[in-house]
Protein backbone atom coordinates (compact mmCIF):
# COMPACT_ATOMS: atom_id res chain seq x y z
CA UNK A 1 0.00 0.00 0.00
CA UNK A 2 1.43 3.39 -0.97
CA UNK A 3 -0.55 6.66 -0.61
CA UNK A 4 0.97 9.75 -2.95
CA UNK A 5 0.83 13.70 -2.04
CA UNK A 6 1.50 16.16 -4.57
CA UNK A 7 2.60 19.83 -4.22
CA UNK A 8 4.60 22.75 -5.76
CA UNK A 9 2.04 23.42 -7.44
CA UNK A 10 1.34 27.48 -8.53
CA UNK A 11 0.65 30.19 -11.17
CA UNK A 12 3.45 31.26 -13.61
CA UNK A 13 4.03 33.04 -16.80
CA UNK A 14 4.85 31.14 -19.89
CA UNK A 15 8.47 30.74 -20.28
CA UNK A 16 8.88 30.41 -17.00
CA UNK A 17 9.89 27.15 -14.60
CA UNK A 18 7.98 25.26 -12.28
CA UNK A 19 9.11 22.01 -9.73
CA UNK A 20 6.11 19.48 -8.93
CA UNK A 21 6.94 16.85 -6.05
CA UNK A 22 5.22 13.91 -4.65
CA UNK A 23 5.92 11.74 -1.84
CA UNK A 24 5.20 8.43 -1.09
CA UNK A 25 4.31 7.21 2.17
CA UNK A 26 2.72 4.26 3.77
CA UNK A 27 4.05 0.63 3.51
CA UNK A 28 5.72 0.34 0.41
CA UNK A 29 7.75 4.07 1.69
CA UNK A 30 8.79 2.46 4.84
CA UNK A 31 10.18 -0.95 3.48
CA UNK A 32 11.61 1.19 0.67
CA UNK A 33 9.73 -1.38 -1.85
CA UNK A 34 8.24 1.92 -3.53
CA UNK A 35 11.54 2.03 -4.81
CA UNK A 36 10.53 -0.64 -7.32
CA UNK A 37 7.53 0.77 -8.47
CA UNK A 38 6.80 2.55 -11.70
CA UNK A 39 6.13 5.74 -11.12
CA UNK A 40 4.19 8.05 -13.89
CA UNK A 41 3.04 11.87 -13.93
CA UNK A 42 -0.43 12.56 -15.94
CA UNK A 43 -2.18 15.52 -16.07
CA UNK A 44 -5.57 17.03 -16.92
CA UNK A 45 -6.77 19.96 -18.03
CA UNK A 46 -11.14 21.04 -17.80
CA UNK A 47 -12.26 19.05 -20.09
CA UNK A 48 -10.01 16.73 -21.36
CA UNK A 49 -9.06 13.56 -20.79
CA UNK A 50 -6.02 12.83 -18.46
CA UNK A 51 -2.63 13.03 -20.43
CA UNK A 52 0.57 10.94 -20.08
CA UNK A 53 3.25 13.33 -19.04
CA UNK A 54 6.13 10.74 -17.95
CA UNK A 55 6.90 7.58 -16.33
CA UNK A 56 9.74 5.85 -15.00
CA UNK A 57 9.66 2.65 -15.56
CA UNK A 58 10.81 -0.56 -13.36
CA UNK A 59 12.50 -3.09 -15.47
CA UNK A 60 14.27 -1.79 -17.26
CA UNK A 61 14.82 1.50 -15.39
CA UNK A 62 14.23 4.31 -18.08
CA UNK A 63 12.25 7.44 -18.23
CA UNK A 64 9.92 8.23 -20.95
CA UNK A 65 8.21 11.42 -22.37
CA UNK A 66 5.22 12.68 -24.02
CA UNK A 67 5.95 14.28 -27.21
CA UNK A 68 4.46 17.32 -25.94
CA UNK A 69 6.81 17.56 -23.16
CA UNK A 70 10.05 15.94 -24.52
CA UNK A 71 12.84 18.41 -24.09
CA UNK A 72 11.44 20.87 -21.45
CA UNK A 73 10.47 18.72 -18.43
CA UNK A 74 12.70 16.19 -16.40
CA UNK A 75 11.22 13.33 -14.01
CA UNK A 76 13.21 11.83 -11.63
CA UNK A 77 12.88 10.00 -8.64
CA UNK A 78 14.71 10.64 -4.87
CA UNK A 79 14.61 6.80 -3.60
CA UNK A 80 16.09 7.96 -0.16
CA UNK A 81 13.05 10.50 0.32
CA UNK A 82 10.51 8.17 -1.83
CA UNK A 83 10.16 11.00 -3.36
CA UNK A 84 9.27 11.66 -7.08
CA UNK A 85 9.99 15.21 -9.01
CA UNK A 86 8.74 16.89 -11.91
CA UNK A 87 10.71 19.52 -13.38
CA UNK A 88 9.07 21.99 -15.70
CA UNK A 89 10.98 24.44 -17.99
CA UNK A 90 9.55 26.81 -21.04
CA UNK A 91 6.12 26.41 -19.60
CA UNK A 92 3.69 27.62 -22.01
CA UNK A 93 -0.45 27.97 -21.32
CA UNK A 94 -0.94 24.75 -22.91
CA UNK A 95 0.31 22.90 -19.71
CA UNK A 96 -2.16 24.70 -17.33
CA UNK A 97 -3.75 21.56 -16.16
CA UNK A 98 -4.27 19.77 -13.11
CA UNK A 99 -0.83 17.65 -12.39
CA UNK A 100 -1.02 13.90 -11.32
CA UNK A 101 1.33 11.24 -9.65
CA UNK A 102 0.98 7.53 -10.48
CA UNK A 103 2.63 4.76 -8.94
CA UNK A 104 2.10 1.04 -10.31
CA UNK A 105 3.41 -2.14 -7.53
CA UNK A 106 5.89 -4.42 -9.51
CA UNK A 107 4.61 -7.48 -10.77
CA UNK A 108 6.37 -9.97 -13.67
CA UNK A 109 3.28 -9.44 -16.19
CA UNK A 110 4.14 -7.98 -20.08
CA UNK A 111 2.06 -4.76 -19.83
CA UNK A 112 4.52 -1.93 -20.97
CA UNK A 113 1.49 0.44 -21.13
CA UNK A 114 3.06 3.31 -19.00
CA UNK A 115 1.31 6.14 -20.97
CA UNK A 116 -1.90 4.91 -20.05
CA UNK A 117 -3.96 5.84 -16.75
CA UNK A 118 -5.00 2.29 -16.33
CA UNK A 119 -1.50 0.86 -15.60
CA UNK A 120 -1.50 2.17 -12.75
CA UNK A 121 -2.41 1.57 -9.04
CA UNK A 122 -2.26 4.21 -7.12
CA UNK A 123 -2.78 8.04 -7.46
CA UNK A 124 -2.54 11.29 -5.56
CA UNK A 125 -4.86 14.38 -5.40
CA UNK A 126 -3.30 16.45 -7.60
CA UNK A 127 -1.26 19.97 -7.87
CA UNK A 128 -2.82 22.60 -10.08
CA UNK A 129 -0.13 24.28 -12.60
CA UNK A 130 -1.44 27.59 -14.12
CA UNK A 131 0.52 29.12 -16.81
CA UNK A 132 -0.28 32.60 -18.18
CA UNK A 133 0.22 34.29 -21.42
Known amino acids: QVQLAESGGGQVQAGESLRVSCVASGRAASDHSFNNYAVGWFRQAPGKEREFVAAITWIPRKTIYADSVKGRFTASRDNTENTLHLEMSSLNPEDTAMYYC?????????????????????WGRGTQVTVSS
Open 102 to 122: AARAPRLDSRRDYAVPGYYDY
